[in-house]
């Protein structure tokens, strides 16, 4: 059985492989035993070692390892967001950092549902409201959205999502980056989305958020 920074390190290559984590821009963290490891500020998710690991409390105490990425507060927002949820990924990935910078398309999703996947994998993704990187502030605007979200887009920063596992956040914020390449590629043009009935059984029957009352903003 291998250990959750052993975890991460296999967790950052992958993502790196997945070209969504550009630089050393982006962070990955994982809760175990009541620990969030976390990776530290300024690495490069492929090429960690166990030196570029943060472990911290829930309540963000620092207890050993490398100084933790300034996005803590973000992840441990979401954890309590989700509290069934034990991996948090954040990325600055190309497209989900240009979808950030729109208009989302709706109150409850800045993503609209164009493809099944995005619905069955992540769900609903609002757009929170944009705060400097780092700013503790950040966090409380996330945990001040009503809404339930597995993963949301960062005000012209980019994405954030969290899963139960770490394999399925990575898979998420993959499928997030996708939703949005999908997303621009057809903003300004008559798409069709998938029907109302359809989205909200495949995210009843993957266990994803989709609110039927969503507002349209565009």
């Known amino acids: 059985m291998t250990s ?8 950052g290559a992958r993502v790196a492989a997945a070209g969504v984590s550009p630089g050393s821009s982006g962070n990955v963290s994982i809760l175990a035993d009541d620990l969030v490891y976390m990776t530290g500020t300024g690495t490069d998710l492929g090429r960690l070692s166990e030196e570029d690991i943060a472990v911290v409390t829930r309540d963000g105490d620092f ?6 990425s300034k996005e803590l507060a973000l992840h441990l927002a979401f954890y309590e967001k989700n509290a069934s949820h034990s991996a948090v990924v954040h990325l600055h990935s190309p497209f989900a950092v240009a979808a950030s910078c729109l208009e989302p398309w709706s109150d409850t999703s800045a993503i609209p549902p164009l493809t099944p996947y995005f619905v069955m994998r992540v769900g609903q993704s609002p ?4 705060r ?5 502030d950040l966090a409380a605007q996330l945990l001040a959205l009503p809404h339930p979200f597995h993963g949301a887009l960062l005000a012209n920063h980019g994405q954030i999502v969290s899963a139960p596992g770490l394999d399925a956040a990575i898979e998420a914020a993959i499928e997030l980056e996708e939703a949005c390449r999908i997303t621009l590629l057809t903003d300004g043009k008559p798409r069709r989305l998938l029907p ?7 995210a009843a029957r993957w266990g994803t958020p989709w609110t039927e009352s969503a507002a349209l903003v565009r």
């Open 4 to 11: 959750p920074i052993d975890d991460l390190i296999a967790a």
């Open 63 to 68: 207890m050993r390892g490398a100084k933790p």
């Open 127 to 130: 757009l929170v409201p944009f």
């Open 132 to 136: 400097v990187p780092g700013d503790p």
């Open 196 to 202: 109302a009935e359809d989205v909200a059984a495949l």
